[in-house]
């Protein structure tokens, strides 16, 4: 069994967390949102590997609540941390792979049970750590307000969207479809972030969002953009 203070410092530093104070309120927000979307055998088994500081946390009487996706999970435990919500994303993840690594059969089975438990259980280093976090990458997302969405739609060419997704379509002649798919996919290399993409047969729709966050940021602006510049190359009329 994992001790509560290595638990708590383990997680801490995989955020660059000087707040000792902030790593265990989280840690114990993570434990008790996973907590309450498990079945009480799940749950007690939960309980029954975590040091005695933590078992509390773990211990609620309260209904199961399932949460539909692992953004709902990381919304449950931004309310109980007081961490913004990329914070919380990232404390979820470290709690997760950290107990994956000390429990990892406990680990399976909450990975069974969890939405989104590939990323929710993926280590930070996997993931897009948050702005301020320690953690040096080359591009770090910045969450946009609504005022800064609409000032970057109004730059866009012909995108539509709001805090959650960016979108356009784009009409194109089908042997149009392939080159601007190579295009965007090089642009999407060179970030390391990716669009969703839904072709018809006269059509190309492109929707960008950072999926760690479930939230627009500077960073799918930027992919946006270089999706233009990549359609205005193959030669739209969308």
């Given amino acids: 069994m994992i001790q509560y203070a290595t638990f708590v410092q383990t997680v801490g530093a995989q955020l660059g967390a000087a707040d000792t104070e902030e790593a265990r ?11 309450a979307s498990l079945e009480e055998p799940d749950r007690d088994r939960l309980a029954a590997v975590l040091p005695g500081s933590l078992r509390g946390a773990a211990e609620t009487q309260a209904q199961s609540v399932h949460p539909d996706s692992g953004a709902a999970l990381v919304s449950a435990v931004s309310a109980g941390s007081g961490c913004p919500a990329e914070r919380a994303r990232f404390y979820t993840q470290a709690v997760l ?35 301020g976090s320690g953690v040096l990458i080359g591009l770090t997302p910045r969450l946009l307000e609504r005022d800064e969405i609409d000032r970057a739609l109004a730059a866009l060419e012909g995108w539509e969207g709001d805090e959650h997704r960016l979108r356009r379509t784009v009409v194109l002649p089908p042997d149009r479809h ?3 798919r190579d295009a965007v996919a090089r642009a999407e290399l060179d970030m390391t972030h990716h669009a969703r993409v839904e072709q018809l047969q006269d059509t190309v729709t492109f929707e960008v969002w ?29």
């Fill in 97 to 131: 792979s950290t107990l994956a690594g000390s429990e990892p059969e406990v680990a399976g089975v909450l990975a069974r049970r969890l939405p989104d438990a590939e990323e929710l259980f993926a280590p930070i280093d996997q993931g897009v750590p948050p702005r």
């Fill in 25 to 35: 309120r989280a840690v114990e927000a993570v434990i008790a949102a996973v907590a």
């Fill in 210 to 238: 950072t999926h760690s966050l479930d939230r627009v940021t500077d960073m799918d602006v930027d992919l946006a953009r270089r999706i233009d510049a990549a359609i205005a190359a193959v030669g739209s009329h969308g």
């Fill in 178 to 180: 392939r080159p601007l």
